[in-house]
């Protein structure tokens, strides 16, 4: 049996609800809002189903709503709502949401999912935002010069950073939705179910959209990688160059330099001149060798 959609729908910010509920329930929900606790749940006990969901601290500059904690509880009396923002200037956006829902003549449950729906109801535009920004990331890795190595090291942490909590959201939401469509009370009705399924569905795939978009700048950075083995090699290969050419003056130098008196080119005016002949054609010689090669 559906609880009966009589249910008083009450709404409270986090800061005022020890003043406004009683201290055990209230402490039920202090906890669950806790900041340092980056998880979404959702209880059921025989009477009540109760949710929280702490949005994560990444996203605070970012989140559309400016949420950060939410919480509803739901009886066969009572429908309330616990809510805090990361910045009190910002609109009351949940308000205006259960006020939008009222005149709407929505049930106290299906308002509550709006407010779940919001959350995420624009973030396939933001995901489409940061997918063009790893494309440009990745254009401009390919085409670096050495002078922009720092900066796009520093794009692709930054990329990883803002994708991180966007990924932890989203799997809190995925996790405490599936233990609402169960409905192990009763409470929410086909249409309802519905509704928070299409939700999950979304958030579903927005996840793996993120999943995606961190596979890309993991993608982004191998090819930042490999761009950079390739400008060592290359660096590598002159360096190799430039020995294997002086290597055989080298040892002429350290021949030459003995000056055994039996030596020919010792006694000899031309000497000096024949040596100097020699490492000329050695060098010539390697250059020629080395291009053919195709080595420079």
């Known amino acids: 049996m559906h609880f009966e959609d009589n249910q008083e729908i009450k709404w409270y910010k986090l800061k005022n609800l020890k003043d406004s509920l009683a201290s055990e329930f209230s402490q039920k929900f202090m906890d669950g809002?806790?900041?340092?606790?980056?998880?979404?749940?959702?209880?059921?006990?025989?009477?009540?189903?109760?949710?929280?969901?702490n949005v994560p601290e990444g996203l605070k500059d970012m989140a559309k709503s400016g949420l950060a904690h939410l919480g509803f509880y739901i009886?066969?009396?009572?429908?309330i709502c616990v809510y805090d923002y990361w910045d009190d200037d910002k609109p009351d956006i949940v308000k205006s949401l259960i006020a939008s829902g009222i005149s709407k003549k929505f049930s106290n449950r299906k308002i509550i999912l709006s407010i779940l729906d919001h959350i995420t109801k624009d973030d396939g535009k933001l995901l489409g935002k940061l997918e063009d920004c790893i494309a440009a990331l990745e254009d401009s890795v390919i085409h670096s010069k050495d002078s922009e190595v720092k900066e796009n090291i520093h794009g692709i942490s930054d990329m990883k950073q803002t994708l991180l909590p966007l990924k932890q959201m989203y799997e809190q939401l995925i996790d405490a939705l599936e233990d609402l469509m169960e409905d192990e009370n009763d409470i929410y009705t086909e249409v309802e179910i519905k509704y928070c399924t299409r939700i999950y569905s979304r958030i579903e795939r927005l996840y793996k959209t993120v999943i995606n978009l961190r596979e890309y700048v993991s993608q982004t950075r191998e090819a930042y990688q490999a761009q950079m083995d390739i400008s060592l090699n290359v660096t590598m290969k002159t360096f190799t160059v430039i020995t294997a050419i002086f290597l055989p003056l080298t040892f002429i130098a350290g021949w030459y330099?003995?000056?055994?008196?039996?030596?020919?080119?010792?006694?000899?005016?031309?000497?000096?001149?024949?040596?100097?002949?020699?490492?000329?054609?050695?060098v010539i010689g390697c250059l020629i060798?080395?291009?053919?090669?195709?080595?420079f």
């Not at 006694?267 to 040596?275: P, R």
């Open 33 to 53: 809002a806790n900041v340092d606790d980056g998880f979404a749940r959702y209880e059921y006990d025989d009477n009540y189903d109760m949710f929280y969901f």
């Open 75 to 79: 009886s066969k009396t009572n429908v």
């Open 257 to 282: 330099g003995m000056n055994f008196k039996f030596m020919p080119e010792l006694s000899s005016k031309f000497g000096y001149i024949g040596v100097t002949v020699l490492s000329v054609i050695i």
């Open 289 to 295: 060798i080395f291009k053919k090669r195709k080595w």
